[in-house]
Each structure stands twice: as structure tokens, then as C-alpha cells.
């Protein structure tokens, strides 16, 4: 028994660990593990820059393997020795009970447990199925050979997405490096930028390709150790095919379960997001790139506007109606019927885009974007109700949302530059292009222009102070 475990072993050794048969024509790599040439060469058949072992993942730049001739006689040797007539010889091995001493040639499929004629008598075993060895061996060699295809199949999947993982790691420290670089030349336009902003911002995107590095690291471990699993699986399921029946039947459930139990590791979702402090809000003359190249022609869309609200035929400007109230004071950005807003035509759920507001000398007034999601019961929401992010300027105070500004110079035209991916929204002064606030968000739904007129009549207009 033991030689015939021991010739299972060493036919186990000699499969090919992509195709699960006997190595043909084999070849060895540089990491020592043996493949089917043809084995190798379609696991390789897809990749251009590196090929990876299939079983290590170690890579290599080259598709290079060495003929192994010494491997491929003891192949040869292997299939001799596993022959029909020897199968036979296994199969008549026959245990013996220890307890009556006669031969154990029942097999119990309930308890999973080989008996001699004496124990399948006892009222154990009375109402369960116990048939001849010959016939259990044979019904289970059946079970194990249906195993054997789908974890062939649920290994060459894994197979296949370790290699979709190394490529999306390539991919995301390329990614990593590109915005690196974008950084790096952004920050030497505008040498007056401190030192510390540079720091700041390559750190945070290094510390964004660790964290990447360190999910992935983490998936392709799990992934290595599923293999590995599955490899353990199926070389145990090929051993005790050529096993005795006795041995065969001592644990054939065994396997089964663990096999069903095993369960592939999820993929982790893999994006490299630049972090808030990996981009810096445009000044001088890449700002005025930036107009050049975003710059949006927004209109207003009176479908949303307070009836309070007058727009102009070219919808491009709009002011209050009628005289000034007793309600001057009421915030512009506040909420309550007081709010006099209006919200442009256009929507924005992707992209980088710029337009200017010419506020001139009015007292109140709040502009940014919101969000425009239809409400619980399928009814667009009233213009101003949705969340927003706005600088205004409110009883003689500038805020951006809630949070006071301190500006030097009163701005008579404010530019909103909104970058969707990045998720950031800047607002500058039209008149020298100075920075006066931005937003960082991660935005998850469609964004309009958002206008606040106030309680004045002076009129918001959009574009340059020009148009």
C-alpha cells in the first residue's frame, strides 16, 4: 500500500499544473517549475512586456523555458507503471477488520466507512446504503473525475485575473506617475508656490500609490493562496485516483466539501484617486488657459426662477422685480421663500468647466452650483432646496457656504471653475485672477449653475465684464 501511495505521489509530481494531465514535451523555467510547452506558450500567448510564471507569478522578460528530456522519460515511465493491470492489482488490496478479521469489502455511503459482512449487520448500519467496495470505488472514481473539470476551470480563471492584476498594477503606477509628473510641472510654472505645497502634494499621492499597492499586495495574496488551495485540490484528487479501493473510500466526502467550501477572494474596486492636497488651485497665466480652454457660455433657465425674478430675453442676465422691501437683510444664500434664485440651463456631471458672473456693486447676492436631483416622490425640487456650494456675500460679509472670507478688494466679477473628477470647485476674482476659494468635494450627482440675486434691483449678469 505504501508503494502504491508512494507511485501516486511521484505521478502527481509529473502533471502539468496548467492542464492537470501528464507533462508532454515538458520545459522548465527559470523559477524551477515544469509546464506542457504548449501549456506555457498559451499561458503567455497575450503578453507583450513581462511573462510571469503561472505558478509563482514570478516575472521574467523573455518567453524562455528549457527543455527538460530527463523529465520527459520519467513521464514516459510513469504511464508504463500506471497501467490498467496494475490498477487491477490495486484494486484487489483488500483492508482487513480489525475487530473480526475478515476482509472489509463493504462500503458504508452514509457514514463514509468501509465494513466487513459482520459490521453491516450491526443495527448502525441497518436502513443506510452499504454496497460492494468494487462498486463504491468505482461510483466515487466517477465523482472525482467530474471534479476535476471545474477545478481546472475555476484555476485557469484565477490564472487569468492574476495576470489582469499585474497589469492593473502597471496601469495604476503609471497613472500615479503621469499625475506626479502634471504636479511636478504645475508647481514649476508658479515658482512663487511654497516649498511645502510641493512636499505636501507628493506625499499625498505617494501615500495614494502605498495605499493602492497595499490593497492589490493584499488581493494577490488572497488570490496566491486560492491557487494554491485549488492546486492542493486537484493534485489530492489525482493522487487518489490511482489509490486502493480501501483508501479511496476512506475519505471521499472529504474532498467534495472542501472543494465546495473553498470560495474565490472578491475583487477589491482599484482607482487612483489624487488625494486634495495633489492639486493646487490655477493661478496667472494658467488661469487664463484655463478660461480659454473651459470657459462654458451659461444661460439662465427662467423655468426655475423665483417668481420674484425678471430674466432678460438672452437669458444671460436677471435682477429682482418690483421696489426694495423691508426683507433686505434676509440672507441671499439663506433658506425660506426669501431666497431669490435661479439656476442655469446647463448640467454638469463630468468634466472641467468656467464661466463668469458680473456682480458689480450689489449688496447681496451668492452664486456657485447645487445639485438638481429629482425629490423622494419623482417632482424636481424647488430651485435653491438642493445642496449647494456657493461664495456670497451677505450683510456686507463674504462667505464661502458658512465660513467667513477675507478679501482685500471687493470682486465685481467672480469666475467659478469647476473641475467634476477632480472634485473640486474654485472661485476667482475676475479683475486680476486672484484666488478667493475653493471647494473639495466627491461629487455623485449632476451640478447646475446656482445664482442668487438678492433683495436689490441691480441686475446679475453672466459672462466677462466685456460681453
Same mark, same amino acid.
Given at each position: 500500500?505504501?508503494?502504491? +501511495? *508512494?507511485?501516486?505521489?511521484? &505521478?502527481?509530481?509529473?502533471?502539468?499544473?496548467?492542464? %492537470?494531465?501528464?507533462?508532454?514535451d515538458p520545459v522548465t523555467t527559470d523559477c524551477g517549475h515544469n509546464f506542457c510547452a504548449s501549456c506555457l506558450h498559451m499561458s503567455w500567448k497575450d503578453l507583450q512586456d513581462t511573462f510571469p510564471c503561472p505558478v509563482c507569478r514570478?516575472?521574467?522578460?523573455?518567453?524562455?523555458?528549457?527543455?527538460?528530456?530527463q523529465l520527459a522519460r520519467l513521464v514516459h515511465l510513469a504511464k508504463l507503471l500506471h497501467s490498467p493491470r496494475r490498477g487491477?492489482?490495486?484494486?484487489?488490496?483488500?483492508?482487513?477488520?480489525?475487530?473480526?478479521?475478515?476482509?472489509?469489502?463493504?462500503?458504508?455511503?452514509?457514514d463514509r466507512e468501509l465494513l466487513c459482512a459482520l459490521c453491516?449487520?450491526?443495527?448502525?448500519?441497518?436502513?443506510?446504503?452499504?454496497?460492494?467496495?468494487?462498486? +463504491? *470505488?468505482?461510483?466515487?472514481? &466517477?465523482?472525482?473525475?467530474?471534479?476535476?473539470?471545474? %477545478?481546472?476551470?475555476?484555476?485557469?480563471?484565477?490564472q487569468k485575473l492574476a495576470v489582469a492584476q499585474d497589469h492593473q498594477l502597471l496601469r495604476l503606477r503609471e497613472d500615479a506617475g503621469r499625475q506626479r509628473r502634471q504636479v511636478a510641472?504645475?508647481?514649476?510654472?508658479?515658482?512663487?508656490?511654497?516649498?511645502?505645497?510641493?512636499?505636501?502634494?507628493?506625499?499625498?499621492?505617494a501615500g495614494e500609490e502605498a495605499r493602492l499597492q497595499r490593497r492589490l499586495d493584499a488581493h494577490l495574496g488572497a488570490c496566491a493562496d486560492y491557487v494554491s488551495a485549488l492546486q492542493g485540490l486537484l493534485r489530492e484528487a489525482a493522487e487518489r485516483r490511482v489509490l486502493s479501493a480501501g483508501t479511496l473510500l476512506s475519505g471521499a466526502g472529504d474532498l467534495q466539501q472542501r472543494a465546495e467550501r473553498l470560495q474565490p477572494p472578491a475583487a477589491p474596486p482599484l482607482r487612483c484617486c489624487a488625494p486634495p492636497d495633489a492639486s493646487l488651485p490655477p493661478l496667472g497665466t494658467t488661469l487664463c488657459s484655463i478660461t480659454q480652454r473651459f470657459r462654458e457660455r451659461i444661460s439662465l433657465d427662467p423655468r426655475t426662477a423665483h417668481p420674484g425674478l425678471l430674466v432678460s430675453e438672452d437669458l444671460r442676465s436677471v435682477r429682482r422685480a418690483g421696489k426694495r422691501t423691508r426683507r433686505s437683510r434676509s440672507p441671499p444664500g439663506g433658506d425660506g421663500a426669501a431666497q431669490l434664485v435661479v439656476l442655469g440651463r446647463e448640467s454638469f456631471s463630468s468634466g472641467r468647466h468656467y464661466w463668469e458672473v458680473q456682480v458689480g456693486r450689489k449688496p447681496a447676492w451668492a452664486v456657485g452650483v447645487c445639485t438638481d436631483a429629482p425629490s423622494g416622490k419623482g417632482r424636481r425640487r424647488a430651485a435653491g432646496s438642493s445642496?449647494?456650494?456657493?461664495?456670497?456675500?451677505?450683510?456686507?460679509?463674504?462667505l464661502a457656504g458658512a465660513v467667513p472670507l477675507?478679501?482685500?478688494?471687493?470682486?465685481?466679477?467672480?469666475?467659478?471653475?469647476?473641475?467634476?473628477?477632480?472634485?473640486?470647485?474654485?472661485?476667482?476674482?475676475?479683475?486680476?485672477?486672484?484666488?478667493?476659494?475653493?471647494?473639495?468635494?466627491?461629487?455623485?450627482?449632476?451640478?447646475?449653475?446656482?445664482?442668487?440675486?438678492?433683495?436689490?434691483?441691480?441686475?446679475?449678469?453672466?459672462?466677462?465684464g466685456t460681453d
Open positions: 500500500m505504501e508503494v502504491s +501511495a *508512494a507511485l501516486a505521489k511521484m &505521478q502527481a509530481e509529473l502533471m502539468c499544473p496548467v492542464c %492537470l494531465d501528464y507533462l508532454d514570478q516575472p521574467r522578460p523573455e518567453k524562455r523555458a528549457s527543455t527538460n528530456a487491477e492489482r490495486a484494486q484487489g488490496e483488500e483492508r482487513r477488520c480489525e475487530e473480526h478479521q475478515q476482509g472489509m469489502s463493504l462500503f458504508c455511503e452514509h453491516a449487520l450491526r443495527p448502525a448500519h441497518q436502513n443506510h446504503r452499504v454496497r460492494p467496495v468494487a462498486e +463504491a *470505488a468505482a461510483h466515487h472514481r &466517477q465523482r472525482l473525475r467530474g471534479y476535476l473539470e471545474p %477545478l481546472r476551470t475555476r484555476l485557469a480563471e484565477m510641472a504645475e508647481l514649476a510654472r508658479h515658482g512663487g508656490l511654497v516649498q511645502r505645497a510641493q512636499e505636501a502634494a507628493l506625499r499625498g499621492l445642496r449647494r456650494w456657493t461664495v456670497q456675500l451677505q450683510d456686507g460679509e463674504y477675507e478679501l482685500q478688494d471687493k470682486p465685481a466679477g467672480i469666475g467659478v471653475f469647476l473641475d467634476y473628477e477632480l472634485g473640486q470647485l474654485s472661485f476667482y476674482d475676475t479683475r486680476d485672477k486672484s484666488h478667493i476659494h475653493s471647494f473639495t468635494e466627491t461629487f455623485a450627482h449632476a451640478l447646475r449653475p446656482y445664482f442668487c440675486v438678492g433683495l436689490d434691483c441691480a441686475p446679475l449678469t453672466l459672462g466677462a
